[in-house]
């Protein structure tokens, strides 16, 4: 049974990725340690920034991904059309995609077995933090403008318990002589602290009271700056800490979405397209929503080496247009590809 098992097309497929995608990825893996170290520069009175080292977990990452997308369009013949052998795939194998989905699960499934090292053990030598806390964005009010003789703005936090409270601004011009904005931070009424805002983007730090929270108030108490609270303004720090292991582990999973999309997007070209423009399209799509940003990717790796927890900066609503985008692409495929079996 466990013999016939492993002669499956997602098993197969599996192997395969794997046997063609380690030795690249554990390359690239070097590639980006011997780059880190060439053109790490130490600045002297200044905290450590992993975040800025997200350029080194990304290149291995992106050779995983790359490498078992590649190898999985290269070995399953029908994932392309005029492939030598899809014809006898084709006869063996049952359901409308002809074993092509399992294809493509293998590939994902080998790309989290070779990612998931990455994105626990190398992101820790990278400097991620052996905790990962909550962070979370705080939604702007209707009027986010805090100026003299504007109402304070308040932000709902439903009982979480804190422990700091970050501000990063809009500043506008002064409305006066310069005097930078005292701004008064208070939870459920009580004062915590004050923060003197003069530049936008200031990243001010305030300590937060350890017990449960269920509004913030920031109130304009000087100064002649206006301050625009808009989105991301205002983010809050959980004090429960999370494991960095399922931390990784997270933003492992969270990786599988661009390639997932990549070769769904690839079987829906391949079903009238050869072998090199379905990996193209596979390629671009990868690229895109990894190094170009447009996917949830970037902010998982970005948040892991920050040492924030990936689920709450990627929530699963961030997921939604990258699973329906290569589920669409599915469909699609499977649709074009419907014929009866010979």
Known sequence: MIGRAWRRPLALCCRACLAAAWLPTLAAAGLAVLLQAMLAVPLPGLA??????????????????????????????????????????????RGPLRGCGAAVAGALLAQFVLTLPLATVFARWLGAPARAVVVVELPSPPRPLLAAGQPPLTFALGGRRLREVHLRPLAGPPTGAFEPATVEVRCDGERIGTATLA???QHVRIAAPPRPVQTLELTHAGGTVPLLFGPGSVTAVEAAERSA???????????????FVALAVALLCGAHAALPTALTAAFGLLFVQTVGGAGPA????????????????????????????????????????RRPGR
């Open 245 to 259: 292991a399922w931390n990784g582990t997270t933003a492992a999973v969270v990786w599988l979405l661009p390639s």
């Open 298 to 337: 970037d902010a998982a790796v970005r948040a892991l080496l920050r040492g924030h927890w990936v689920g709450a900066t990627v929530p699963f609503s961030a997921w939604l247009p990258s699973l329906a985008a290569g589920s669409l692409a599915m469909i699609v495929a499977m649709l074009l590809r």
């Open 199 to 201: 530049e936008s983007r």
């Open 48 to 93: 450590d920034a992993p975040g800025a080292r997200t350029p080194w977990l990304h290149l291995p990452l992106l050779v995983a991904a790359a490498a078992c997308a590649a190898r999985a369009a290269a070995f399953w013949p029908l994932v392309a059309a005029r492939r030598q052998g899809a014809d006898l795939v084709a006869r063996l194998q």
